[in-house]
């Protein structure tokens, strides 16, 4: 800072002065006014901003409501999974944390209700991998998602499981893909939506097996078990968590899922991977965002606390029956995996069906 207060013209600029008698008072200089006010201006705005560039709020935030944004259908388990989260902050923070449910368009309303938002900390969104990564390349997005996000902390998610009814009698992934190669384009698998990381999974599975298996997208995961139970659709390619309570029931067959290992819950199904397509592996996240420029102080508050209650055993044990993996990042490994995901998948979703119709 003190290079820059070098810089700025001040006493030695002005004319030398030349002293009156003393008893007269000096003529009041304008110019030196209006030049020392400028200089104070600056040396208060450099004072306000750290080092680093960033932004910085009061010690302390919150001194009032949080409004977490959860974009996606009230009752599922990403509304369940924010709820949970933002009751631990609530205890931690000592103010309310409130969840505004803006569903629609896959994430993209409540997602662009926050990017206009203030960015002081006080409006959050629960971000994911299909509202930030996916979206802007399957649909016409108002935002970057990246550029227009302040990515706070990715808090995880379930894999994603190919799943068959008893309309198609096939015990294990190998069966399957024999199936689909014995008659290229008979099987149908359903997902909950165009573009969703379902079919994504699924273009994955077509391109690595080389087989021949046609889309179907659904509005919802609800429809999809009801037509995979009624044997109406022979497969899906959905969350763990949107089926564990068919699979229990043993109404549904789980053949492979794209966990990094088995799953304490469900034991018997195998991985992708250990089936023989490691491309595969990878998790249906969720995260917590706000606008681009919010504050470094409260980025890493929250990130701390965020951390903290998701590795509390109350938050594990409710996720435990849908095979939630927990991720533990702090705010740099936070935005390297936004960017790592975003490159991951926003090529797969150019190139399959939902991206071509864009």
């Given amino acids: 800072m003190s290079r820059l207060v070098s810089e700025v013209p001040l006493l030695a600029h002005l004319p030398p002065t030349q002293p009156d008698k003393l008893t007269t008072m000096p003529k009041f200089n304008s110019s030196l006014a209006r030049r020392c006010g400028v200089v104070a201006a600056a040396l208060l705005c450099l004072a306000c901003v750290p080092a680093h560039g960033q932004p910085t709020a009061g010690s302390d935030w919150p001194n009032k409501p949080v409004r977490i944004v959860s974009p996606f259908t009230p009752g599922g388990s990403s509304e369940r999974l924010s709820r949970l989260l933002a009751q631990k902050l609530q205890e931690h923070f000592k103010q309310s944390f409130v969840i ?15 990017v206009r938002s203030a960015p002081d900390g006080y409006t959050l969104l629960l971000s994911s991998l299909a509202s930030q990564v996916i979206a802007p390349v399957v649909q016409k997005t108002p935002y970057d998602g990246l550029r227009d996000f302040t990515h706070v902390s990715v ?11 008893p309309g198609l009698e096939v015990k294990d992934i190998k069966e399957f893909v024999a199936r689909a190669k014995a008659k290229p384009g008979s099987i149908t698998y359903g997902t909950p939506g165009n573009g969703t990381h379902g079919h994504l999974i699924g273009e994955l599975l077509r391109k690595h097996a080389n087989i021949e298996i046609t889309h179907v ?29 068919q699979l229990k029931a043993g109404k549904l067959r789980g053949l492979a899922s794209t966990a990094a290992r088995r799953t304490a819950e469900f034991p018997d199904i195998p991985t992708y991977a250990e089936s023989g397509y490691p491309e595969l592996t990878a998790i249906t996240w969720f995260g917590i965002s706000g606008p681009a420029g919010m504050p470094a102080n409260v980025v890493a508050a929250l990130n701390r606390e965020i951390r903290r209650a998701m590795q509390s055993a109350e938050i594990r044990e409710a996720l ?39």
């Fill in 100 to 114: 505004d449910s803006r569903p629609g368009a896959g994430g993209v309303i409540g997602s662009e209700l926050v």
């Fill in 217 to 245: 997208p659904y509005k919802g995961a609800g429809p999809v078990n009801t037509d995979l139970i009624g044997g109406h659709l022979p497969a899906a390619s959905i969350t763990l968590s949107s089926v564990a309570p």
């Fill in 155 to 165: 808090l995880g998610g379930p894999p994603t499981l190919l799943v068959v009814g």
């Fill in 320 to 358: 435990r029956p849908e095979g939630f993996e927990i991720l533990d990042l702090d705010p740099a490994q936070t935005l390297d995996y936004f960017r790592r995901e975003t490159e991951r998948w926003q090529p797969v979703a150019r190139s399959s069906s939902a991206g071509k119709s864009q």
